[in-house]
């Protein structure tokens, strides 16, 4: 028996600013998918993750574990982080086999980096 994926739903939001309450979906009306990207979410961060260079041995464990792909890679090695979307979850510090990426405050994060 053969499966055919449902048709992706279309939507013509042309007038969302009309739209009452009733014609958005429960929750959030999601126009199309993969939209994260054009919305810097960084700014959600409580905690922000902090790379130890010589730590790192750019295995690129915390590159697939990363929800938000906001681990920068070239060329094969990890470069730094996407604050403008990392939304700090610390996911990439509990997998780093090196303990090569520290949660930090982000206040204490930005002071320290503004010196
Ligand atoms: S998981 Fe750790 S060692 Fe591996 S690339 Fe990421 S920061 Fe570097
Ligand atoms: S803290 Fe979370 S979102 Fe940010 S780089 Fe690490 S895994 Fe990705």
């Known amino acids: ?6 048709e992706k739903k279309k939507w013509d939001v042309s007038d ?3 739209w009452g309450p009733g014609r958005h979906e ?3 009306t999601i126009p199309e998918s993969g939209n994260a990207q054009d919305y810097k979410t960084g700014g959600w961060r409580s905690e922000r993750p902090r790379r130890d ?4 041995n750019d295995c ?4 697939f574990a990363c929800p938000d ?3 920068r890679v070239e060329n094969d090695k ?7 979307h990392c939304k700090g979850c610390g996911i990439c510090a509990q997998v780093c086999p090196r303990d090569a990426i520290e949660m930090m405050n982000e206040i204490k994060a930005c002071k320290l980096e503004e010196k």
């Open 1 to 6: 028996m053969s499966k055919t994926r449902p």
């Open 78 to 84: 990890m470069v730094d982080i996407d604050l403008d």
């Open 26 to 28: 429960k929750g959030a």
């Open 53 to 56: 260079r010589e730590k790192c």
């Open 16 to 18: 969302i600013q009309k």
């Open 60 to 63: 690129m464990i915390c590159f």
């Open 69 to 71: 792909s906001s681990i």
